[in-house]
Structure formats: C-alpha cells, structure tokens
C-alpha cells in the first residue's frame, strides 16, 4: 500500500490498483505475453521524487509499470520490460523461467527471484540484477560456478555447460539489509532433483543461503544446508531479518527456515552460526551411478518446528485400514536423508516443508512465528524406459516419462490434492490445441516445456489422449535421448502417504502454528493451525491441516494468518498462541496477508485464491479492519 493505493495481482496475474479504503479499481494492467497465466506472489515497488514504478513479473519478463497510471515505462528496457533469461547465457535461451515472487529493491537496482524446471536439461539458476530505471543487466552471480569461480571445484569439470543440470536457483524471495547493503539469497536444488550422478560433488551454490553485496553481485559469505540434495530440500521462503540478544550483546541475524522444519541462524556480516550446526552422518546409496554426500548439516538449535522421527505409534488411529498403512509404513525406507531408490521412502517432513513458501514472521523481541506442513510423502525411482538393453517405448510415452511423469505419475492420475490434477480423460476437457499451448507455455505450477517440438507434441498429447499406436521408435529426439543418457531413472511423482479418505496416514498435528525465541533456540509455544469439520463432528480435536502462505505480527501484539485449507481468517495472540479471532473467507487464502494504516485506521487484506489442496479456486481479496 502506497500513499492510499493498494497494488496487487489478481489469480490469473493482471496487476492492480485500488483505493486502498473503498476497493475501488482505479486500474488494471494485463502483460502482452501469449500463453496460459501463471500464479504470482506479488510485486515490488521503487520511487525517486516523482518517479513510481511498479516491478511485476509476467513469463519470462520483468516489467516497470508507472504506479499512477498503470502502464509500461518505455524507457525500460525494450519497450518497458525486459527478458528474466537475460543473464543465463545461451543455455537457458529456448528452456523454462518465469518468477512468481517479487523481486528485492536496492537503491536503484531489483534482484530477481526465478523458477526454473526440476527435471533434466533445466536452465541455470543464476542471481541477477537489474537496474529499476534502464532495466539494464547489472550484475550475475553464477550457482553452477565455471571455471576460476568459488565453488567450481564442486562439480563436475564440465557441469556448467552440460545440458542435463540446472537450477540452484533462488525462486523464493530474498531479503536485503540495507544499512549493510548485504542481499541474503536462499537457493534451490540442482536439477534432475532426484538424481546427482552427473553432478557429483556437494553442488555449491545450490542449497545454500548466500550473502552477496547488493550493489555488485560480489560473494561474502554462503552456507549450505544440505549437500548434493537429491530429495528436493530446497529453501522455501525468504530469510527473516532480526536482531537477537545472547551473553549480553545485541546481535544483527539472519534466520533461514527450511522444508524439514529446522531453523539456520547466522550472524549478518559474519556468516558465522549462531548456534552449533552437527554435520551429522547419513546412509550412502546403492543406486548405481549416485555418490551422495557422506554428512549433512543439522542444527543443535533452534528446536526444530515439525516432528523429526517417525515410529509406528505416528501411524494415524481412525483409520479403518491402519494395519495396511503400518505395512506401507514398516516396509518404507525411513530415516533422516534416507537415499532414494526403488523401493518407497519416507520423505518426512515432505515436499512441501515443514516451512513452505509463505516463510516467517520476526517481531522486536527476537522471536520467530512460522506455520508449517507435517505431512509424510512417498519417494520413489525407476530406471528409465529404453533403458538396461530393452527396446524403447513409443515416442508419446518416452517424452511423457521424460517431462510429465514426475507429476502425474505413470497412470495419469496425477495427485489432485497436491496441485497435480489428473490427466485421464483429459482430452473431454482440453482440445489438442489448448494441450499443445499448455506444454509450450506452462501454467500454474507447470512449467512450459518449450524444446520439446512440434511433431513430439503430437506424439505426447496422442499418449495422453490415449491416441498413441504402440510402435516401437528408433530414435525421438536427440535432446531427449541425451538427457535420458546422463540421467537413467525417472521420478515416481510427488505421493503423498494418505489413508482411505485422503486423510494424512499419520498422526496429527497436520499442519502447525510455531513461536520460537530465537535468543534462546527453545519454543515459546505450538499449537495445530486449521481444521477439518468433519473430523471435528467425529469428536476428533483439531487436527491442523496443511497451510501455504504465512503470518505477519503486529505492534500492538496480534499475529494473522490464513493459510488453511478451512477458509478461515484467523488473529493470534503473539505472547500465548491463544485464537482471538477468526472469520470464514470466500475461498481460502493461500497467501501472506499485509496490513496498513490509512487515515487513523488500520487495515488487514488477504488474497483469497483457493485451488490447492482440493479447494474451491476464488479470486478476491477481503479486507478487514478495526472499528
């Protein structure tokens, strides 16, 4: 909210203004990008006298938007933007990144958070910076390093120019310390995720929270939370900046959180951990072609927010077929940093954290709120078809197994609940064309997949459409034939364990509402966030479900958050975790809310989009405020 005008994206990413007071639209803004929309997180906002610009990220462009009228800056860039592959070399020239977080502002300059795809022959993930007023490219700091660079020696010689890996990229948000003038940029996994036997080698910079000068790209200091990650650790959220008090000294931090639910807290300028981080020692693997790392980095504090051990006694009670989840569970490989392999593991917390997306809230005294996921998830690899001497599958079902199996599983059922729909019977719902323009341009949480070519297309939409006859194919391209070369298995998609209603097949809490002092490392108090009415009317307390989107706090003592899958809007009282408050949204808010002050009041908005786990998809935003 700026000077009375609230700024936002609506679910199909149209940028907005509205009178911040009434909701009235003052105007709308739709980027010339062809293609399926995609979901973004918001925008960034720069002024200098009379010069307000909007930062707004649509595809693969950054565009400068004048905050009063709604339009592009022509003298930005070409034409008022500019291209998010502008800095990735040649590599990235015909292959997926887009940004669906907005982008960090120093002085004149935006440091771009991007995605990039999980699977082979990804794009790199390097940091760079713009200049907010020409939109030229200021600085690239490169994760996959090349030779003479830091880091280099941590891959494989040529693993900067193999087409087979990328990512390391930072894709959730980053903060900046201005008076230090430091960026703090948490990064991704390299891609394939699930396999680093082309990449081998702890992987610097991907898994790493990294401490840039914000005005040159120069490195300063870096730490790795996990080594040559083949589970799809990712850093999820932005850091938090905070100030803590330990031994009687005031100490400038910043405190990562992470998908399994442990808290990293370094000193500013220093780097140096503010607690005693193990490297603690972890399985090898017996996937022919994998060497993972030997040890990885767990924290001693801050007490970790989500369970870290599973027993048999986790194993949910109301479910009429518990004997038959035991038998999934006991025959599962478990345990922390399990390697993945053929037979399932237990991936706890899952893929969607412990912390997601939305991240942490910090106040003035040093303590940390974060919601988090509890939620145990099924890992799986299989050697690739055409594989180990066996004849190749027709194209359609090569490329399928290449791009789309990860996701939609190999029986196209996709998993519904996690934001991964079904494919069967899709072509009642999609024409040719309409799949045809979704593979190339993406949508949602799907990359566009724009190597793939025309007559592969057809191919694959025949194998999805059920179309495709079962013929034997010498040869379907040679980027796919490589990729497959450097990486021979393929994921088994992202399963979540589950019983027979699509309840988790563990215990509650599901999902979780944490405050931890961070002078201290120890929790303040923990509490289930979210519920489900129907296990309620059973007489089974609250349960907490899984969240996206995070809190903030207020100075006058308040914590919101939505998040739940429930539709609830709900206040906290930061000290004790007691509900004070709640309302039921329109459709649920999978988002940060932000709060405001304007003429004397104070307001709170939420973006209500809905749409994941199972839920009624919406596109509003619901404002509140005090009497």
């Known amino acids: 909210m700026i000077d009375g ?33 995609h979901v973004n997180r918001g925008i960034a906002y720069w002024e200098h006298d009379t010069d307000r610009r909007l930062l707004f990220a649509s595809k693969s462009w950054l565009y400068a938007i004048d905050a009063e009228t709604g339009t592009p800056i022509m003298s930005f860039g070409d034409g008022g933007r500019v291209g998010l592959k502008t800095g990735l070399g040649d590599a990235a020239a015909d292959k997926y990144v887009v940004s669906t977080t907005p982008g960090a502002i120093y002085k004149d300059i935006i440091i771009m958070p991007i995605r990039v795809g999980e699977g082979i022959s990804a794009a790199p993930g390097y940091i760079q910076a713009f200049n907010v007023i020409t939109g030229n490219l200021e600085w690239v700091f490169r994760t996959i390093p090349h030779p003479g660079e830091m880091g280099h020696d941590t891959w494989p010689e040529q693993a900067y120019k193999d087409p087979s890996i990328g990512g390391a990229n930072s894709w959730a948000g980053m903060a900046v310390d201005h008076k230090r003038g430091i960026v703090f940029v948490p990064t991704g996994s390299a891609a394939f995720d699930f396999y680093g036997g082309n990449r081998k080698g702890k992987n610097l910079f991907a898994n790493s929270l990294l401490a840039l000068d914000a005005q040159t790209g120069d490195y300063i200091w870096h730490y790795q939370a996990v080594h040559h990650d083949t589970w799809d650790r990712d850093f999820p959220a932005p850091p938090n900046l905070l100030t803590i008090h330990k031994e009687g000294k005031s100490i400038d931090v910043v405190a990562q959180v992470t998908k399994s639910g442990y808290i990293f807290v370094f000193n500013r300028e220093t780097g140096e951990p503010i607690f005693p981080i193990d490297e603690v020692v972890v399985p090898s693997s017996r996937l022919p072609g994998e060497e993972l790392w030997p040890t990885q980095p767990v924290p ?18 109301f479910s009429d077929r518990r004997d038959s989840l035991l038998t999934v569970f006991q025959q599962a490989n478990k345990g922390l940093f399990h390697p993945l392999g053929f037979e399932e593991t237990i991936v706890f917390p899952g893929a969607d954290g412990g912390a997601e997306w939305g991240g942490a809230a910090v106040d003035e005294s040093g303590v940390l709120y974060v919601n988090a996921n509890e939620m145990a998830w099924l890992f799986s690899l299989s050697p690739t078809d055409g594989m180990n001497g066996g004849a190749s599958p027709s194209s359609g079902k090569q490329l399928y197994n290449t791009y789309c199996r990860t996701c939609h599983k190999p029986d196209l059922s996709g998993s519904p609940g996690s934001g991964y729909p079904s494919l069967i019977d899709v072509k009642t719902r999609l024409s040719r064309e309409q799949m045809a323009n979704m593979i190339t341009a993406g ?49 088994n998609g992202y399963n ?3 019983d027979e209603r699509g309840y988790p097949a563990i215990t509650p809490p599901w999902g979780t509402l944490t405050a931890i002092d961070l002078n201290t490392g120890r929790h303040v108090w923990q509490i289930p966030l979210g519920e489900i009415s129907a296990l309620r009317e059973r007489g ?4 907490g479900t899984e969240n996206y989107g995070g809190p903030i706090v207020t100075a006058g003592g308040l914590l919101f958050i939505a998040a739940t899958k429930d539709n609830r809007f709900r206040a906290f009282d930061k000290r004790t975790g007691k509900l004070l408050w709640e309302y039921e949204l329109p459709t649920s808010g999978f988002a940060t809310p932000a709060t405001y002050e304007l003429n004397g ?4 908005v939420i973006a209500c989009g809905g749409g994941k786990l199972g839920t009624n998809k919406g596109d509003s935003y619901v404002a509140f405020a005090l009497p």
């Open 540 to 543: 089974i307390p609250i349960t």
């Open 443 to 491: 949508k949602g949480m799907m990359p566009g997949f724009t190597t793939i070519k025309e007559q592969e297309k057809q191919s694959l939409i025949n194998y999805i459409f059920g179309e495709e006859k079962e013929e034997v194919f010498e040869k379907v391209s040679t980027a796919v034939v490589d990729d497959v070369s450097e990486v021979p298995y393929v994921f």
């Open 300 to 317: 001693r504090l801050p007490q970790p927010f989500a369970r870290q051990v599973l027993t048999e006694a986790d194993i949910t009670w």
């Open 5 to 37: 005008k609230l700024y936002g994206v609506t679910a199909s990413n149209r940028l907005f203004a509205l009178n911040a007071a009434t909701g009235k639209e003052l105007w709308r803004f739709e980027a010339d990008t062809a293609g399926p929309s």
């Open 601 to 604: 009041k104070q307001y709170v």
């Open 496 to 498: 979540k364990f589950l």
